[in-house]
């Protein structure tokens, strides 16, 4: 197995693991903000348990990807908290559009006909996914949730920027970072028993290990493929909705999620074959 066919399926990996956070944050009786900074407490061990010795260089770079890695941190659960879980998630996710924009400048990484393509289907497929209960009368929960999304996308960049180093460090940073910022909203009150668990679980599972994958990922993919994989994300939580509360996916929720599974699996496919043509010329 070639090491972009592996990094495929960890970034998989961690979009399947961070779907299971809908689920996991229904167990935790808490503040919202202090929901997201001790799972990213928790998060921190288990990727400074990975890493065993961390080496930080704290060049911009490094610095930079995990002040970004923070802001998706505390801007999804506000966001989240402000307005819909569907606003906030389809809005994390138009991060393609910007690393479409910018990544050839930051990391010379070429946009082709057929990333746009994926990045329109994507889109189309996103505001179908969630059209019935996408609502825009909640402006500063969009507001944030676009911070998110842009957020997304320059922790990307700045993450495939260390493509030759060491990514890991930045989102151990981040994780401190985001517990740091969020550690007043703990001592408001003492989460129970059943929330420890369901704590324990987003920052080991959830947070943790999805981004022990993806960092590890990153490496080997392209920005622009490394933020339309975990596009996957959402279409795991019908999954969970209907396994454990009985509900079933609506009409728009299943063409929107074929054509998200279209457009990133069409990419996939149409490069895989490009790089077939490629070897077997040389």
Known sequence: MTNDTKARYQMMAAAFLWSLGGVLIKLVDWNPLAIAGMRSFIAAVVIFFFLKKPVFTWSKVQVGAAVAYACVMIFFVTSTRLTTAANAALLQFTSPIYIGLFSYFVLKEKVTRIDWA?????????????????????????????????????????????????????????????????????????????????????????????????????????????????????????????????????????????????????????????????????
């Open 118 to 282: 994926a990045i329109l289907l994507v889109m189309v497929g996103m505001v179908l996914f969630f059209l019935d209960d996408v609502s825009f009368t909640s402006f500063w929960g969009n507001l944030l949730g676009m911070f998110t999304g842009i957020s997304f996308a320059v922790m990307v960049l700045l993450l495939r920027k260390q493509k030759n180093a060491r990514p890991m460090e930045s989102v151990l940073l981040g994780n401190l970072l985001a517990g740091i910022v969020t550690l007043p909203f703990m001592f408001q009150s003492m989460p129970s028993a059943m929330s420890w668990l369901g704590l324990l679980l987003l920052g080991t599972l959830q947070l943790g290990l999805a981004y022990v994958f993806y960092a590890t990922a990153v490496k080997h993919i392209s920005a622009m493929e490394s933020a339309l994989i975990p596009v996957i994300e959402p279409l795991f939580n019908p999954l969970w909705v209907l396994l454990i509360v009985g509900e079933a996916p609506g009409m728009w929720t299943i063409f929107g999620g074929l054509l998200v599974v279209g457009g990133v699996t069409g990419r996939y496919l149409f490069h895989a074959s490009m790089q077939r043509t490629r070897q077997s010329i040389s």
